[in-house]
């Protein structure tokens, strides 16, 4: 049962940082393609970022890039999203999620995390 725990959430103000973390249990987590995605209320799961099990390649959306690194450590089992420079827009809840399809769909991956709340306000 692979399970994804995210933690690092929280409320900032406009141009701060946060940086959330995705713990992976159950799962070879090196072989995983690990993607954040975010939801805002009432609006669609969108893609933020995401990296791959093989080399570590990147992707991001338009609207992060520049501002957000998302990293891995595959020692810890852990991915990271540094989020830089946040905006009031940045407002949702981040989801971790796992597959074997390096993907910036959401339904290429198979694995999800709880979410967890980042609160940008101005």
């Known amino acids: 049962q692979v399970q994804l725990a995210e933690s690092g959430g929280g409320r900032v103000l406009t141009g701060g940082s946060l940086r959330l973390s995705c713990v992976v249990s159950?799962?070879?987590?090196?072989?995983?393609?690990m993607a954040w995605f975010r939801q805002a209320p009432g609006k669609e799961r969108r893609f933020v970022a995401t990296?791959?099990?093989?080399?570590?390649?990147?992707l991001y959306a338009n609207s992060v890039e520049g501002r957000f690194t998302i990293s891995r450590d595959d020692a810890k089992n852990t991915v990271f999203l540094q989020m830089d420079s946040l905006r009031p827009e940045d407002t949702a809840v981040y989801y971790c999620?796992?597959?074997?399809?390096?993907?910036?769909?959401?339904?290429?991956?198979?694995?999800w995390g709880q979410g967890t709340q980042v609160t940008v306000s101005s």
């Open positions: 990296i791959s099990g093989r080399g570590g390649g990147t």
């Open positions: 999620a796992a597959g074997n399809r390096w993907s910036v769909r959401y339904d290429a991956y198979d694995y």
């Open positions: 159950g799962g070879t987590f090196r072989t995983f393609d």
